[in-house]
């Protein structure tokens, strides 16, 4: 019999960064990278079309950019999904939510928790 030994050999961006997906159901809204090399997280947000079914477009607003309504416009993709990355630092929660043409709130589906707003509704929260 013929043992096979596999390598234990691991790429440069492994030994950096460990991937941590957040999410049920297949569906990754949010992805985070933790980065070692820098002490940051790298947080991609991701909208999916059903969410944001004919927008123009979507901002992620939260507590990482003072709520600002225009500091981080995502990007649409092909398939009609919204998404944007961003760089948070490690070790805290941070609430948010999209807001889709301006006029339109909405919260992430897989958020880590959710918190009451002063506003009566509630945030999304995402852990780092």
């Not at 999916?48 to 709520?67: L, M, Q, R």
């Not at 993709?77 to 948070?88: N, P």
Request: aromatic share 10%.
């Amino acid at each position: 019999m013929k043992t096979i030994a596999k390598s234990t050999r691991t790429s440069k961006k492994t030994a950096k960064s460990t991937r941590i997906r957040s999410g049920c159901q297949g569906n990754n809204s949010l992805k985070k990278e933790y980065l070692k090399s820098k002490k940051v997280v790298k947080v991609t947000f991701r909208l999916p079309k059903v969410a944001a079914v004919n927008a123009k477009n979507v901002h992620v607003v939260g507590d990482f950019n003072g709520w600002s309504i225009y500091a981080n416009p995502m990007k649409r993709l092909k398939k009609g999904e919204f998404t944007t990355t961003i760089e948070l630092e490690p070790g805290r929660e941070y609430q948010f939510r999209y807001l889709i043409d301006e006029d339109r709130w909405e919260n992430d589906w897989n958020a880590d928790k959710y918190v009451k707003s002063p506003f009566g509704s509630d945030n999304s929260v995402i852990v780092v």
